[in-house]
């Protein structure tokens, strides 16, 4: 049959159980999805591999209303069709990844409505739509589960990215992006926690015309330290 989603608490791969905010540690989860070998070979066989385009763009070409305080995950609550549609164009344009509408499916950025309590629920159905497009698609499109951006002291922000960031695994996403990021010490704590909930991770940087990000760190600099935190690749956007 298809492959069953389990919500936190409960590991979707190996049904290993964890409390959301913990780190994972499950010897026995290697995290390999259907899409993780043509994923690679597409990487190392030096062809470019096509991301889908913004999903905010699309929804506002699409005239969904963003200025509510729900911004992108509006979208989420009785409009999924639209954003299906979108999803589904992607895959047929021949995207190989398409990434899920879960920037603003954070506790924090649905507080602002009053929906902190469903980041599980909004995140888990986030994939479940990119998944659905990918498996109607008939074509191997690795969904990846896009991890915000996030403000905070070292602490909470390391914790609320790894919690956003085992939601996303918990889901069913092959893989996290990280999105794109303005400082060394977002980046660093986005990229620790995709590396933490054991899925493949790559990320987008903001870079200015110095060809260093916002907070003056040189590009170099930054990719040596999202190197060591466990980064797979990067992406540098003006």
């Known amino acids: 049959g298809g492959v069953q989603r389990i919500h936190l608490p409960t590991c979707f791969r190996c049904a290993s ?23 690679v070979a597409r ?3 030096g062809l470019p591999l096509v991301l889908d385009g913004s999903v905010r763009g699309a929804l506002t070409r699409a005239d969904v209303d963003l200025s509510q305080s ?25 995207v190989h990844v398409l990434r899920t509408n879960t920037a603003g499916t954070t506790p924090h950025a649905l507080a602002r409505a009053g929906y902190g309590y469903r980041a599980a629920k909004l995140s888990s159905l986030a994939v479940d739509l990119a998944t659905e497009a990918v498996d109607s698609s008939g074509r191997g499109v690795c969904v990846a589960g896009v991890l915000p951006a996030m403000e905070g002291t070292d602490e909470r922000l ?12 918990a889901a069913g996403a092959d893989r996290i992006f990280v999105d794109s990021v303005h ?12 590396a933490q909930s ?17 907070d003056g760190e040189a590009l170099d600099v930054v ?14 956007m003006p």
């Open 158 to 169: 390391r914790g609320e990215q790894l919690a956003h960031a085992q939601r996303l695994q």
């Open 70 to 94: 729900l911004g992108t995950a509006a979208v989420l609550s009785g409009q999924t069709h639209v954003l299906s549609t979108i999803h589904q164009r992607y895959c047929a344009a021949g």
């Open 223 to 236: 990719v040596q330290a999202l190197a060591a935190a466990g980064a797979r690749g990067f992406l540098a």
């Open 17 to 39: 159980r964890f409390t959301e905010g913990a780190p994972l540690t499950y010897p026995g989860c290697t995290v390999q999805t259907p899409s993780a070998p043509r994923y």
């Open 183 to 194: 400082t060394l010490r977002e980046a660093v704590a986005a990229t620790a926690a995709a």
């Open 198 to 214: 054991r899925l493949p991770g790559r990320g987008g940087l903001r870079v200015g015309e110095t060809g260093a990000l916002s």
């Open 43 to 45: 990487i190392k066989s």
